[in-house]
């Protein structure tokens, strides 16, 4: 028996993302000025012209693979191109895309999924049997795709398609926050025996025209889209991986998009005239990483002191220049199900001094791995150490292997720069909270914790899973080890003529980056 189906879920606040992905250089060039000069009103929506978008890229190992995509170009590509069962809404709740709807088993095993009526770019429609290949390619054991621990609770060997617009879906365990794997990044959908990608053919609203690898790629509006035709006639992609290159290209008319630009530089250009800048508010989380399994911070005492010293306000002040909001020590702000009734922590010197002694740390020197592979990482752990100063402790800031900071600082060390961008709260808790998470960067391991996540997902009652999440972040509020002090501001710029670029959605989320809504004035 099957639950009543799930078609829209509930939307409110903003949510959030960023990732974290090196690039390599590449030079943006061949594109000159066309079309109508900027500081033309975008107004109302219109067809036509050609939008040009200038992203940092990864060089000659980018990819049009969508379940390959990692850096922020490839993700925009990948949803111009190819769509998912579903999506992230602003606050990070689920939204339907591909699917039409889909209906649990009352036991949460199997989920009956029905697809809309939508068709590839070479006509074929989109049938269960297309969904049913991409997650057997993205799980397969011998490759590493992104989406592959999402997916991994599918027994794909007793799933099945119904008929060609409906599939059943068996887990190998309760999930009652499946639709979340649906929306995972990289869960796109491709043709059945899709393998290569040099001319991609997918379900989305742009079909590819022409790509020279780590330089450009040209796409055209697929009209036969099911969510509605594109406003724009042609799509390019450009590569330019300094935010400087980006800005003066977008200045001189040769781009009309410049992904990922500096509060300094919106600062600068706000009230000249030739850029709009759109701001996406809470995008990335700003974090410390305390590892809770040895000294010095498996001392609880120790881990609130850290708490209590804290200045969130002046890290936003300075490390963010305002372009931000202070965090409370837990993941989501803004995000469904996010414990926002726990009250804001604020410095408390007197109380941290306290702790300090309490813990026989006075005078401790604790070494803070960081590295510059995230905006204002060094620059945190500077101000951080300063402030520790203040009660008895001597934070050392320790530069890293830029290219390989994210491996180390799992099993290493004992305290690490994070950062983080947009994703469910319950998939942040599995992935790295839990104690057999894979990227568990605070190696936190609590199995009344554990239980608690396995409370929530097993549970078809969202009353209970929202008691469930507010019981965990207040544990990791009062004892964890993640000391997360801000939600940075994500910052992209356009031409006064570009409309439609949306405010409400942040990188990685369904409406970031998503050039079928926006037009050329």
């Known amino acids: 028996m099957f639950h009543q189906s799930v078609a829209v879920p509930r939307v409110s606040r903003r949510g959030l993302l960023g990732g974290a992905a090196a690039v390599s250089a590449a030079l943006l060039t061949g594109c000159g000025p066309s079309g109508d000069p900027a500081g033309t009103s975008a107004g109302q929506p219109r067809r036509g012209g050609r939008l040009r978008a200038a992203f940092a890229g990864g060089g000659v190992n980018e990819t049009l693979d969508p379940h390959l995509a990692n850096l922020f170009n490839e993700a925009s590509r990948a949803k111009a191109m190819f769509d998912k069962l579903a999506d992230y809404g602003p606050d990070v709740s689920i939204q339907p895309r591909l699917a039409e709807r889909w209906e649990p088993s009352s036991d949460l095993t199997r989920w009956r999924i029905t697809l809309r009526q939508a068709t590839f770019h070479d006509g074929r429609p989109v049938r269960a049997a297309d969904v049913l290949y991409s997650y057997a390619r993205i799980t397969d054991p ?185 965090g409370n020590d837990l993941f989501g702000k803004g995000y469904q199900y996010y414990a926002d009734d726990i009250p804001q922590r604020t410095p408390d010197l007197d109380r941290a001094r306290f702790l300090v002694d309490k813990a026989g740390a006075k005078g401790l020197r604790i070494p803070l791995d960081t590295a510059s592979v995230a905006s204002g990482f060094v620059e945190a752990a500077s101000v951080l150490a300063e402030q520790a100063k203040q009660v008895g402790l001597v934070i050392e800031p320790a530069l890293g292997n830029k290219d390989t900071y994210w491996k180390d600082i799992l099993n290493s060390g004992v305290l690490a720069s994070y950062r983080s961008g947009a994703m469910p709260i319950e998939t942040h808790i599995s992935q790295r909270l839990l104690t057999n998470s894979t990227t568990n960067a605070t190696r936190w391991a609590r199995p009344e914790f554990d239980a608690l996540y396995t409370k929530a997902v097993s549970s078809a009652d969202e009353a209970t899973r929202r008691q469930a999440y507010g019981d965990m972040q207040r544990t990791l509020h009062a004892e964890g080890g993640f000391l997360i002090w801000g939600f940075a501001d994500f910052l992209v710029a356009t031409a006064p003529r570009v409309g439609g670029v949306s405010a409400d959605a942040p990188a990685n989320t369904l409406d970031w980056a998503r050039f079928d809504k926006v037009w050329l004035g």
Do not use: C
């Open 142 to 326: 011998k490759r590493a795709f992104r989406a592959k621990a999402s997916l991994d609770l599918l027994d794909l060997p007793n799933s099945r398609a119904v008929d060609e617009r409906t599939l059943e879906l068996v887990l190998k365990r309760p999930f009652a926050e499946f639709p979340n794997a649906l929306a995972a990044f990289g869960a796109y959908i491709v043709p059945q025996d899709a393998d290569s990608f040099e001319r991609p053919v997918g379900s989305g609203p742009f079909t590819f025209d022409s790509w020279q690898p780590g330089r450009s790629l040209l796409l055209k509006r697929y009209d036969g889209y099911w969510e509605g035709a594109a406003h724009l006639d042609e799509l390019e992609y450009l590569i330019s991986n300094e935010e400087s290159a980006r800005v003066n290209a977008l200045l001189a008319g040769q781009v009309d998009y410049a992904h990922d630009i500096t509060p300094t530089t919106a600062r600068t250009h706000a009230d000249g005239g030739r850029m709009a800048v759109t701001r996406m508010p809470n995008s990335t989380m700003q974090s410390l990483a305390m590892k809770v399994d040895r000294p010095p911070f498996d001392n609880r005492d120790l881990r609130e002191a850290m708490f209590l010293l804290t200045d969130r306000q002046q890290l936003v002040d300075t490390v963010l220049a305002g372009s931000g909001q202070v």
